[in-house]
């Protein structure tokens, strides 16, 4: 599967907002392999294709709440943190760009930005670690800037408020249901990316499902897309 069936794009479209985890860098089995290492130590044993499965896209604080609950357990406060100094440490030995993605990123005419429910710190690092943090600049929006991560719209209202860039001129590309989800709630268009490593089978009918444009595995259908 390259690309799945393509729904009416919004016109004039100006603002291209990508999500970083699991879109513009291969991180999503990386930072499920560090929950699955961090959860073990503490006792919980999960394996990170259900980490992906039932908390992809969410906040490290929220994956914490949710595993708390399902497996009755009590994790550290700091447990969130640990986690993200693990990537920290290990993304620039480990991290990848996906595939296309700098190629895309000089093609499209669209000014671009990036929306992610990680924190400034760790999504700087990440982006600088692939060589792709010239390419956004100050365009970086991240979980520090509004009180509730994806799926809630917040992240998403306040990247396009600051490019001032009207709602309904945005398109949102995203790896994750919460993500599109989060995108939809804005009054914003998206398009799922299935194209990393973390990506089931599944995934793109589940994108589909709550409200993706379409579905693809390869980032240059994205200039395609955008006539780029």
């Not at 970083?20 to 999960?46: F, N, P, Q, T, Y």
């Amino acid at each position: 599967m390259s690309v799945s069936r393509v729904k009416a794009l919004p016109e004039n479209i100006e603002l291209i907002i990508f999500d970083c985890d699991g879109v513009l860098v291969d991180s999503e089995a990386m930072i499920r392999m560090a929950h699955h290492k961090m959860l073990a130590a503490h006792g919980v044993e999960v394996s990170a294709s259900a980490l992906m499965r039932d908390f992809a896209g969410l906040r490290g604080e929220e994956i914490a709440r949710e595993v708390e609950k399902m497996f009755q357990v009590r994790l550290p406060p700091s447990y969130p943190e640990t986690v993200r100094q693990w990537l920290f440490e290990a993304y620039p030995s480990q991290l990848r760009a996906m595939n296309g993605a700098h190629q895309v990123l000089s093609r499209i005419r669209q000014t671009c930005c990036v929306a992610s429910n990680a924190p400034m710190r760790l999504l700087d690092r990440a982006l600088t670690s692939v060589g792709m943090a010239a390419s956004f600049q100050d365009r970086l929006f991240s979980a520090d800037d509004v009180a509730s991560g994806k799926p809630s719209p917040e992240i998403f209202h306040y990247s396009a408020d600051q490019m001032g860039v009207h709602v309904s001129r945005c398109l949102v590309v995203e790896d994750s249901v919460a993500g599109v989800k989060g995108a939809l709630a804005a009054g914003m268009a998206a398009v799922g990316f299935v194209g990393g490593r973390h990506c089931s089978r599944e995934t793109a009918g589940q994108l589909l499902d709550v409200g993706a444009v379409t579905v693809f595995d390869e980032l240059a259908f994205l200039s395609s897309l955008l006539g780029a």
